[in-house]
Structures are given as structure tokens and as C-alpha cells.
Nanobody
């Protein structure tokens, strides 16, 4: 399973770092972060390839969020800077089916989901 941590309540403009620890090896899989805001559909946040050299972000977080990974620790991170009210959501860490992930495949490209961690941004 995947376990996310690091969520909480922050003010707009603050930073927060989410962590995701996998129980098994993730060295051959891309990692993908999603989020679901209250009353909205789940959306893609960003992804990182198996070796960490390729990343992709949604337009709404590009330039503010950074995904990284430490394969030796089976861990992925989501660094979130300059948080905005609209970033309030439950954030999910996932393992992709292969070494790279294309957002066009959606949920079909995901083989494991974490339970999520809540991030609340207030003014």
C-alpha cells in the first residue's frame, strides 16, 4: 500500500510538503499525484518517471509544485509552494502501471492508490 503524510491546514502563500511511502519497490514505476477538491472531480496534479528525470504538471500547479522521488526509500514527495485557496483538496499518491505515465490514459494507467491526505488552504 501507499501511505501519504504531510497534509494539514495552512494559509495562502505558505508551503507544504507531502510524502508518500510505498510498502514495496517502486523503482520501475512512475509516480503520479492526483487531488480532489470538495464537490469536484479528481484531477491530475503531476507525475514523475521511474528514474526521476521526467516530470509533468497540470497548468494549475506548474511553477509552484515540484514532484521528486527517492527510490532507495520507496518514497515520493510533492513540494507545494505559494499555496492558493483553490489548492484545497485531498491529495492522492499513486503508482503508475509502467516506468512513464501519460495523463491521457487517466486512471487506467494507475495500479495502486493511497488513501489521501487533506490539504486545506485558508485566507
Amino acid at each position: 500500500p501507499l501511505v501519504e503524510s504531510g497534509g494539514g491546514m495552512v494559509q495562502a502563500g505558505d508551503s507544504l510538503r507531502l510524502s508518500c511511502v510505498a510498502s514495496g519497490r517502486i523503482t520501475l514505476n512512475a509516480m503520479v499525484w492526483f487531488r480532489q477538491a470538495p464537490g469536484k472531480e479528481r484531477e491530475f496534479v503531476g507525475s514523475i518517471s521511474y528514474h526521476g528525470r521526467n516530470t509533468e504538471y497540470s497548468d494549475s500547479v506548474s511553477g509552484r509544485f515540484t514532484i521528486s522521488r527517492e527510490n532507495g526509500d520507496n518514497t515520493s514527495f510533492l513540494q507545494m509552494n505559494n499555496l492558493k485557496l483553490e489548492d484545497t483538496a485531498v491529495y492522492y499518491c499513486t503508482i503508475a502501471r509502467g516506468p512513464f505515465y501519460s495523463r491521457s490514459v487517466g486512471d487506467d494507467g494507475i495500479i495502486s492508490w493511497g488513501k489521501g491526505t487533506l490539504v486545506t488552504v485558508s485566507s
